[in-house]
């Protein structure tokens, strides 16, 4: 079958190799849509934590069930499938917990463990969620949104509150429009005009604020000089997570739902004055799977818009430096199979 590896920084290259033969617990899969995240950029820029070349990148997938045991989920060939893409040891005190998605031994495809950036994959059949209903391209999004739906059933918004959401990428988008599913008031806030433009359009953003033209003030302009009681931080940024500890309310709570390989530091004083919770974010669970499933087949959420560059595999080489560009102006690309 066709793969594509990831040797080493900046450089990729597509290869042939084996199909691969499912154990027991797993289920083949064939591929169908892969979408491009962050971490796929930041590994091929080599500064991606946790990363090790080469590798076959890809997580955000899609496609159908090709052989399956029998099992308790009702999952059965020719079903068409998301994939969660963190593969948890079921053993530490975080699995324990039902908090798989911060497993002590986490292997996520395509950081971790070879990814499915390839025509075939083999993965343990629980973590397959059947997507009957939807696209294979909506299907291949359920991953990265549900990244923003766990950051925000992690902040526990309560309605009508204030939420800031710093950076309107893929992730950032996500966390803005479930945040507003559950009633929040949304800011959101980028250095870009054209993505702050696609928040309002895309997610309701209530409010936009260019994080370049005085943000302190025009956030307590829109919050009567309260400030936002949730903040979320989806740049990836450590001078941006750095930032935002300006920007919660007294008593709020800032919740880092991006991941930069890089020391962060704070002035203690001012947050033990605010008495502030400072919350990671990672992964997701099943929970949150199911959740956008819904959301997405209700229409919360229009893909369609989200999706702004595609490409086959055969191609995806050629194409992705362009994606990086300022210019290409990406919101997701997808690459199909």
């Known amino acids: 079958m066709k793969s594509i590896v990831c040797e080493q920084p900046k450089q990729f290259k597509m290869i042939e190799t084996k199909r691969p ?105 629980n973590h397959l969620v059947k997507t009957e209903g939807l696209t294979l391209d909506q299907s291949a999004m359920i991953e990265p949104l549900s990244i923003g739906a766990h950051a925000v059933r992690r902040a526990a918004i309560q309605e009508g509150e204030f939420a800031l959401v710093i950076g309107a990428g893929p992730i950032g988008l996500g966390v803005m429009a479930f945040a507003k599913e559950q009633g929040a008031k949304v800011i959101a806030m980028d250095v870009n005009d054209e993505r702050l433009a696609f928040a309002s359009k895309w997610a309701n953003a209530d409010y936009t604020v260019n994080a370049l033209n005085h943000p302190l003030e025009k956030l307590a302009e829109l919050t009567n000089g309260d400030m936002p009681t949730v903040v979320f931080d989806a740049t990836g940024n450590a001078k941006s997570m ?47 799977f199911d959740y956008v499933v819904n959301t997405v087949k209700n229409g919360v959420v229009d893909l369609d818009l989200y999706i702004t560059h595609r490409t086959h595999l055969d191609d995806m ?15 997701k690309a997808i690459v199909e199979i």
Request: charged share 20%.
């Open 242 to 288: 750095m930032n935002a500890f300006e920007f919660p309310a007294h008593g709020g709570r800032l919740i880092y739902v991006g991941l930069v390989k890089s020391d962060i530091s704070f002035n203690d004083p001012d947050f033990h004055s605010k008495e502030l919770t400072l919350m990671g974010s990672r992964n997701a669970t099943r929970e949150d």
């Open 317 to 331: 080489i050629q194409q992705f430096e362009g994606w990086l560009t300022p210019e290409a102006k990406v919101i």
């Open 21 to 125: 033969v499912p154990n027991t617990e797993e289920a083949l899969i064939r591929v169908r849509r892969i979408g491009i995240c962050g971490t796929d950029i930041h590994a091929y820029g080599g500064n991606q934590p946790f990363f090790s070349y080469p590798r076959i990148l890809g997580h955000e997938l899609s496609g159908y069930i090709e052989s399956i045991p029998e099992n308790a989920l009702g999952l059965e060939v020719g079903d068409q499938v998301s994939i969660i893409p963190y593969m948890e040891c079921g053993e530490c005190i975080a699995c324990k917990n039902k908090k798989t998605n911060c497993c002590t031994n986490m292997k996520v495809l395509g950081v971790h463990i070879e990814g499915g950036m390839s025509e075939w994959i083999t993965v343990p059949y």
